[in-house]
């Protein structure tokens, strides 16, 4: 730092001792004189000794002041006495000053000087201040006017040396490519200049001034190469921090890693306060840390200095003194202290609070003793210790500084640490908390012209304090003071906070009114808030808690009530809507879905609560399960009209119980415990009534059962237990306790129950026991009973009036299964004009009632016109049957009109459908009879062509008695019924409702599949799979699909069905899926497996009589068997099925298959016999094969004129091209081997001539080209 000042008076002294002659020389003049006094000085200076230095000027300036070199000599005084230790900087002001106002070459640098011994001066002053804090503000006064002295003369020596800058010559450009050459020196003291002055002006708290300083040094190109950069960063950053620029301060800061400068320390602790400031807390950690890791470094560092103090200059060996035993700069302490923050701002109480105990130990003097201890209680506050925190702010509640914020914390730490379970005394800490509230606020108060902050903490305080208030219930009290939080404004950003919690007080108050105002007054003023949600939270809240209110008084009108709750729906809708992510959505789904079920919309409440996640259903929100069990329960049908609806009504069931249970696992004892009981077991029933698993069905209704004997445990004398009495004698009664079920519901034919409101229910159901036990005359009478004493009663009871229907519902049965089916139906047919679902059940009912008796009537006809022994009797049935078939028509007719008008009404959309599936029924029967009749017709049909072509052709011989032969289904036309059975099933399809389209997609199916037609099947079961059917109707999908894919020869998918079914052995389907599995491997080609997997179906007694299945299944075994070439067992087979199915549909095949095993066992005479009676029994196309494999037995029995005679009855016979062509050919061997070629040629070119695309005019003419080959 003192190099230039050095060099000056070293050339001085060179200069002088130059002229000086060796000789001896006269008597020195004063001139002379005065020359050795400063060059004295200047060479004492050069060699550091400064003491003699300032003697010798002192001389200079005592003796010959006034002549030349008087300026150097005060500026020579003023560095040496700047050099000294310690430093007497005001006697060395008083020479520089001298100086700086000389004009001589060093007056730039005396300049200079002067400016570092009056910023000496104000360092001094500064260190008073904090040695006599009682003396501080006039020494703090006297620091200011130092610095601004000093910063005057840095200006002004910045000013000279700029002279000289712009005087000298600009230095000649860098080679291209090369570096800029570091600045001139006169640049470089320009630079000195400026940075000091930018460090007083800091020190004057220009920091603006100082930034500017420093940015321009920092921008000047020239200075690029500046060794002075480096500060002049470390002040830009100074500046911009002192500033609040943190960003700025950073980015400049960052600049100076490693931090190897003197200064790098401080900037080292100052980016870390950027970071801390900005955030960044584990950036702002690790520069805490290496500010205190560098500072370890440079104590050891000084302490090992130290051990040789005379290497040391006399400056540097005080400096290390200070470092070692002086206590630290202010940033060492602070950044102990900032680290300790962090830890308590990152939630580690326990470390931070350990790290501001060492503070306060290590550092005992610094100011910030009093703010560690306050965070000290801050961290037994977080950590929950709350009389530690208390303890420790105590003794800070008089701080002039920060008793507010002390005596807030204690406010805070009696309220947390209050015991809420002892109501008086919790009752009482809230109070002196609010005491303490009220006074940290009045401490904030009287701090506010002094801290900017303690006006902002106000407002933190009092809004602390309303919280506080709340807790007392004292709601009015906190919403006052949130109007003195908004009134005051001393937070501008927790105004609308204030505003939104003054709303809640007001709302907790039951101020509903005044709350929906500030509600209006807050969307208005902060439409973009993220406290709108909250604020539209309670402005629903506001509008349901005034329907709730309304609710619960007695003379408040009911039908004023559905607008209130809609005001809250709309209201809840909205915040969802806006508010998606709402931390309290939950409670606002919740409350939405209290209104919807409220106003009866319990699908909607259901899909509300369902959004709640399982995670949240608790505390408030433990009602959840509750009411979403209530809501599917309400939306379960009365009946489960089909299985596919039986399978949803079950599912539906189950997920309200396990609702039902896992709200009563903890919530047993709440107000809604009795009713969740209830409902549970009403759950259970429900899932009983639609399974048939017995084991299944008994479990279900004993937890039923067992649910309503722990309502009747746990809430006697309430009206919940009339419900579970009455609910347990139907259980009673549903497992199997006949007499115990009995006499329970008997109980509510007497006193006291005889009077309950359930009590009608009760002697209806006991109605239907009785029924059940054949006892349906008693049923009628007690049912009559019943009426007269309940009827009129339940008529004038809104809740009940719908009970009278079920009991005049339940009288006709009772009379129906009586046998008093006009009665029944005089009660049933008005009761189809009532409004509701009772109409549509007594519909139903009444229709059902009419479809089977013509059903049953028709079957009669159907028999009788079998058993007919005369003309007479036939015709007697066959009316019968026309008109029962009559009247399935108009029943269907009739479904269809009923649904035609529920359709218009758009009402009941179930039973709409339900009668056109109905209907659909009632047309397939109708179908069945004109697909017969068509099919006999074209039998008949098809007899009469075959007589009168053999007539034709033996016009001499009586035609043989033929019966009509069986015309393939395929080739009946299709059927009116059929029509519009497929007309209505597709209408089913159309209105795509889960419970009927699946059942209507499967019977369908069936349609195409009876009807050969599979691609139709497929088609209709496309995605029906996707569409989630119950089990039951799963398994009957799969195995339609099966049979279809197997008729378009799609094999190994129709066996991945099959089995699929197969593999449930508990299956009622699984004797089919076992038979179509054999059908798949059959057509696979994998005949053991078809041999394995049909077997059971002979030797397994369960399933020998699975209608449609089991017969056919024996085929398909006695199939396999002969690809197998296992006649024996392929014979067995279908003996089987002969002996246990004589009405079988496939008796034919089954004697045909005979007769192949026994012509493959070369049991000719067998084979033929079991073929005749094949022919004795049918003309259809088994007879003509049977007929044509008796012609190949005798010709294999070398008997060709039989075999002649056999081979030529099937062309003659029966009309199958195909068989009648090979019938030929093989009848031209036979003629062959007569000798009769004539007769042969005769009938291969018949062959050719009739089927000349067939197969077997292909042979025919390989056999006439043979035949000539051989001249035969």
């Not at 690029?224 to 002049?232: H, I, K």
């Not at 506080?468 to 404004?489: C, D, I, M, P, Y």
């Not at 079957?859 to 019968?880: I, V, Y």
Request: proline share 6%.
């Amino acid at each position: 730092m003192r190099t230039s000042i050095v060099q000056a008076l070293a050339l001085s002294a060179l200069v002088i001792a130059a002229s000086t002659p060796l000789l001896a020389q006269p008597q020195l003049t004063a001139e002379q004189q005065a020359v050795m006094v400063i060059n004295a000085g200047r060479k004492a200076f050069n060699e550091r000794q400064y003491n003699v230095a300032v003697d010798r000027f002192r001389e200079y300036l005592g003796k010959f002041n006034g002549q030349k070199d008087t300026p150097s000599a005060h500026y020579g005084l003023g560095t040496a006495l700047l050099e000294m230790s310690p430093t007497d900087y005001k006697a060395a002001a008083d020479a520089l000053r001298h100086a700086a106002g000389a004009n001589f070459p060093e007056r730039p640098f005396a300049m200079y000087y002067l400016g570092v011994a009056q910023r000496g001066l104000g360092h001094a002053s500064t260190a008073l201040a904090k040695a006599k804090p009682p003396e501080a503000p006039q020494h703090l006064n006297q620091a200011k006017a130092h610095y601004q002295e000093a910063q005057q003369s840095f200006a002004q020596a910045a000013g000279l040396f700029a002279e000289r800058v712009k005087a000298a010559p600009a230095p000649p450009a860098p080679p291209a490519g090369q570096p800029a050459p570091p600045p001139s020196p006169d640049r470089e003291w320009l630079a000195r200049c400026q940075l000091d002055q930018a460090e007083m002006l800091l020190r004057l708290e220009k920091c603006k001034e100082a930034q500017v300083l420093a940015s321009t040094f920092l921008g000047d190109p020239a200075q690029a190469a500046s060794q002075y950069r480096p500060l002049g960063l470390y002040y830009e950053g100074y500046a911009n921090f002192a500033m609040r620029d943190f960003v700025a301060a950073g980015k400049a800061l960052s600049q100076l890693a490693p931090f190897a400068q003197e200064f790098g320390v401080h900037a080292r602790y100052l980016l870390g306060r950027c970071h801390h400031l900005a955030g960044e807390r584990p950036e702002a950690a690790n520069m805490y840390k290496a500010v205190l890791a560098a500072q370890e470094e440079l104590k050891k560092k000084a302490a090992e200095a130290l051990k040789n103090p005379a290497a040391l200059q006399p400056l540097q060996k005080v400096l290390y003194e200070q470092i070692v035993q002086g206590p630290p700069p202010d940033y060492i302490p602070r950044s102990h202290f900032y680290l300790a923050l962090l830890q308590a701002e990152g939630g580690q109480f326990a470390e931070a609070l350990a790290a501001f105990t060492a503070v306060i130990q290590q550092n005992p003097n610094t100011p910030l003793v009093a703010e560690a201890q306050l965070r000290q209680g801050y961290c037994h506050l977080q950590t929950r210790n709350f009389a530690e925190a208390v303890k420790c702010l105590q003794p800070l509640a008089g701080h002039p500084q920060l008793g507010d914020q002390a005596t807030w914390w204690m406010g805070r730490a009696i309220a947390s640490g209050a015991d809420p379970n002892n109501a008086q005394a919790y009752a009482q800490a809230l109070a002196q908390a609010c005491d303490h509230l009220r006074r940290a606020a009045d401490l904030a108060n009287q701090q506010k012209d002094k801290d900017p902050q303690a006006k902002v903490r106000r407002g933190d305080i009092l809004m602390e304090l309303a919280d506080t208030q709340v807790l007392a219930r004292q709601f009015k009290e906190a919403s006052a003071t949130l109007q003195q939080v908004r009134q005051e404004n001393n937070n501008p950003d927790r105004v609308e906070e204030a505003l939104q919690r003054q709303i809640v007080a007001l709302q907790l108050s039951g101020m509903y009114k005044e709350s929906d105002a500030l509600c209006g007054e807050f969307e208005k003023t902060y439409p973009k808030s993220t406290l709108l949600a909250s604020v539209l939270f309670r402005h629903a809240e506001n509008a349901y808690l005034t329907a709730v209110t309304a609710l619960n008084k007695n003379d408040f009108p009911r039908d004023q009530l559905p607008p209130l709750f809609t005001e809250a729906q709309n209201r809840y809708q909205r915040v969802l809507k806006q508010f998606p992510e709402y931390p309290h959505a939950g409670l606002a789904r919740h409350a939405l879905a209290s209104c919807q079920h409220h106003l009866g919309q319990y699908a909607q409440a259901q899909a509300t609560l369902a959004s709640i996640p399982e995670v949240e259903r608790n505390g408030e929100l433990a009602s959840t399960n509750y009411l979403l069990a209530e809501c599917l329960i309400r939306q379960l049908p009365n009946e489960a009209e089909d299985a596919l609806r039986a399978a949803e009504v079950v599912q539906q069931a189950e997920n309200a119980a396990k609702l039902l249970e896992a709200f009563l696992a903890s919530q047993a004892a709440s107000p809604q415990g009795q009713d969740a009981y209830l409902k549970l077991g009403y759950c259970y029933q429900r899932v009983a009534a639609l399974l048939a698993d017995a084991a299944e069905l008994k479990k279900l209704r004993t937890q039923a059962r067992e649910a309503y004997e722990k309502c009747l445990a746990n809430f006697q004398n309430t009206p919940a237990q009339q419900t579970a009495v009455f609910e347990r004698g139907k259980l009673l009664a549903l497992l199997g306790d006949v007499g115990g079920a009995t006499n329970e519901l008997g109980r509510f034919r007497g006193d006291p129950l005889r009077t309950s409101p359930v009590a009608p229910m009760a002697l209806v159901r006991l109605s239907v026991l009785m029924r059940a036990q054949n006892k349906a005359a008693e049923a009628a009478q007690l049912m009559q009973e019943c009426r007269s004493q309940h009827e009129a009663a339940c008529a004038k009871d809104p809740a009940r009036a719908g009970w009278v229907h079920a009991m005049q519902y339940e009288h006709a049965l009772a009379l129906k299964d009586g046998g008093k089916l006009a009665e029944a139906r005089a009660l049933l047919e008005p009761l189809t004009k009532v409004a509701g679902p009772t109409a549509v059940n007594a519909t139903w009912r009444l229709g059902q009632v009419r479809r089977e008796e013509l059903l049953a009537q028709l079957q009669t006809a159907r028999e009788q016109l079998a058993k007919a022994g005369n003309p007479d009797q036939a015709k007697a049935a066959q009316a019968a049957g026309d008109k029962a078939t009559a009247d399935l028509r108009q029943a269907a007719a009739a479904f269809e009109a009923q649904a035609a008008e529920l359709g218009k009404k758009n009402e009941f959309k179930q039973a709409e459908l339900r009668l056109i599936y109905e209907a659909a029924w009632c047309h397939r029967a109708v179908a069945q009879v004109e697909i017969d009749a068509a099919r006999a017709a074209l039998g008949e049909q098809a007899l009469k062509k075959v007589i009168e072509r053999l007539a034709k052709e033996n016009p001499l011989q009586q035609p043989p008695a033929l019966t009509a032969p069986e015309v393939a289904l395929e080739k009946v036309p299709q059927q009116p019924g059929e029509k519009a059975a497929i007309a209505r099933y597709n209408q089913l399809l159309a209105a795509a409702e889960p419970s009927l389209a699946l059942q209507a997609r499967l019977e369908l199916a069936e349609m195409h599949g009876r009807r050969q037609n599979p691609e139709g099947a497929l088609e209709v079961l496309a995605g029906a799979l996707d569409q989630a059917p119950s089990p039951e109707l799963l398994e009957r999908i799969r195995l339609r699909l099966a049979a279809a894919l197997l008729d378009v020869k799609n094999a190994k998918e129709a066996l991945q069905h099959a089995s699929a079914v197969l593999a449930n052995p508990a299956s009622p389907l699984a004797g089919e899926a076992r038979y179509l599995t054999g059908e798949a491997c059959l057509q696979l080609k994998d005949y053991p497996k078809a041999v394995e997997t049909l077997l059971p179906f002979r030797d397994k007694g369960e399933l020998h009589q699975i209608a449609d299945v089991s017969d056919r299944a024996m085929l398909r075994l006695g199939q396999a068997y002969a690809l197998l070439g296992q006649w024996d067992p392929s014979r067995q087979a279908l003996e089987a099925l002969l002996n246990r199915y004589p009405n079988s549909p496939y008796v034919y095949e089954a004697r045909y298959g005979i007769g192949w095993a026994w012509q493959n066992a070369k049991n000719f005479d067998q084979a033929i016999a079991a073929y005749q009676e094949v022919i004795k029994r049918t003309a259809a196309e088994p007879a003509a094969r049977a007929q044509l494999q008796i012609g190949l037995c005798r010709l294999e029995q070398k008997r060709p004129q039989d075999a002649v005679t056999a081979l030529l009855v099937v062309p003659y016979t029966y009309d199958y091209p195909d068989l009648a062509g090979q019938a030929r050919c093989e009848a031209a061997r036979a003629y062959v081997e007569l000798k009769q070629g004539d007769q042969a040629r005769k009938l291969l070119n018949q062959v050719v001539q009739d089927t000349p695309d067939s197969p077997w005019a292909k042979v025919a003419q390989q056999r006439l080209a043979e035949m000539k080959q051989a001249g035969v």
